[in-house]
T-cell receptor
Framework: DAGITQSPRYKITETGRQVTLMCHQT?????MFWYRQDLGHGLRLIYY???????DKGEVPDGYVVSRSKTENFPLTLESATRSQTSVYFC???????????FGAGTRLSVL | KQEVTQIPAALSVPEGENLVLNCSFT??????LQWFRQDPGKGLTSLLL?????REQTSGRLNASLDKSSGRSTLYIAASQPGDSATYLC???????????FGRGTSLIVHP
């Protein structure tokens, strides 16, 4: 199916563990983005990528790592999860810089 | 840094009313402004994209206007329906950037 897929949809982990959230898009869009959404803060950009092997920090990158070895995949890794990283994470892709095209359904992460 | 504010934060109206949702932004040197819809537990869906050279965009019962000089955009929903119940977010990039800053959204409930 065409689209943007995030996995897992739900994840519970413990403080200090490494967690990787996956994002896969089927359109070969150049641009991909990771956001977190929290009550009281709205959507905040974590990292973004303009093409394979090109990534850049967003507003709240601390504690996160990304990679983009293939155009269609953009995984987000929490190297050592903290309770403050409990959030809903959204991946997005777009074919140009003119608009945020498509969002995934989100991953709800709880860090205990 | 771009700041995006949405008023009201929440709105509850009877079916059939015409609605206006407001979005203001601090940096008027924007390439575009975009309105999204988010249903509970879901990702964002793009509704309307207004380029900086445009004054408004229409899609069905939705009309979005943009006034860069005053730093404002409005989303007009005609003849609201219960299916319009969702959170509506606007997003605008900072001047010279294509990376958008999101408002915190307006949560809309349309009751029968």
């Amino acid at each position: 199916d065409a689209g943007i897929t995030q996995s897992p949809r739900y994840k519970i982990t413990e403080t200090g563990r490494q967690v990787t959230l996956m994002c896969h898009q089927t359109w070969s869009h150049s641009y991909m983005f990771w956001y977190r959404q929290d009550l009281g803060h709205g959507l905040r950009l974590i990292y973004y990528s303009a093409a394979a092997d090109i990534t850049d920090k967003g507003e709240v990158p601390d504690g996160y790592v990304v990679s983009r070895s293939k155009t269609e995949n953009f995984p987000l890794t929490l190297e050592s999860a903290t309770r403050s990283q409990t959030s809903v994470y959204f991946c997005a892709s777009s074919e140009s810089t003119s608009a945020q095209g498509y969002f995934g359904a989100g991953t709800r992460l709880s860090v205990l | 840094k771009q700041e995006v504010t949405q008023i009201p934060a929440a709105l509850s109206v009877p079916e059939g009313e015409n609605l206006v949702l407001n979005c203001s932004f601090t940096d008027s040197a924007i390439y575009n402004l975009q309105w999204f819809r988010q249903d509970p537990g879901k990702g964002l869906t793009s509704l309307l994209l207004i380029q900086s050279s445009q004054r408004e965009q229409t899609s069905g019962r939705l009309n979005a206007s943009l006034d860069k000089s005053s730093g404002r955009s409005t989303l007009y929903i005609a003849a609201s329906q219960p299916g319009d119940s969702a959170t509506y977010l606007c997003a605008a990039p900072s001047g010279g950037s294509y990376i958008p800053t999101f408002g915190r959204g307006t949560s809309l409930i349309v009751h029968p």
